[in-house]
């Protein structure tokens, strides 16, 4: 089962992918087997809005693997408040180097993610 938030995030990339393989109308069966099939490959990268130079970037600082995704998707602004505090923090799915969508999380709290590592994307 997946979340509903989440959801919302994926089908318009699955029914991308399925009207790109010439299926224009898919069946909630084609959606269900096309999500199955891309899901093992999804990962959800968060990172948070700092300061920088007088404008902001962003600090990337966990990739999950969809098998690793449940706590997060489950409860999302606590599992970031947990983690890192407060702050403004951005996941971006992917399904492998494919940008799939993007949501923004506000947890309240004390910004605890400055003294976190960044996460290496190269």
């Given amino acids: 089962m997946i979340a509903a938030w989440c959801w919302a995030l994926l089908e318009p990339y699955l029914a991308r992918n399925l009207l790109n393989r010439s299926i224009a109308r ?3 069966k084609q959606v269900l087997e096309e999500f199955a099939r891309v899901w093992p490959a999804i990962t959800a990268t968060i990172g948070v809005q700092e300061p920088h130079a007088g404008t902001i ?7 999950l693997p969809s098998d690793e995704m449940s706590p997060f998707l489950d409860d999302p602004d606590a599992w970031i408040a947990a983690r890192f505090g407060g702050g403004k923090f ?4 992917h399904h492998g180097l494919h940008f799939v969508n993007t949501k923004n999380f506000k947890p309240a709290g004390a ?5 976190a590592p960044a996460l290496d994307l190269d």
């Fill in 26 to 28: 898919p069946t909630r």
């Fill in 57 to 63: 970037r962003f600090k990337w600082l966990v990739r």
């Fill in 90 to 93: 951005k996941m971006n799915l």
């Fill in 111 to 115: 910004p605890r993610w400055a003294a």
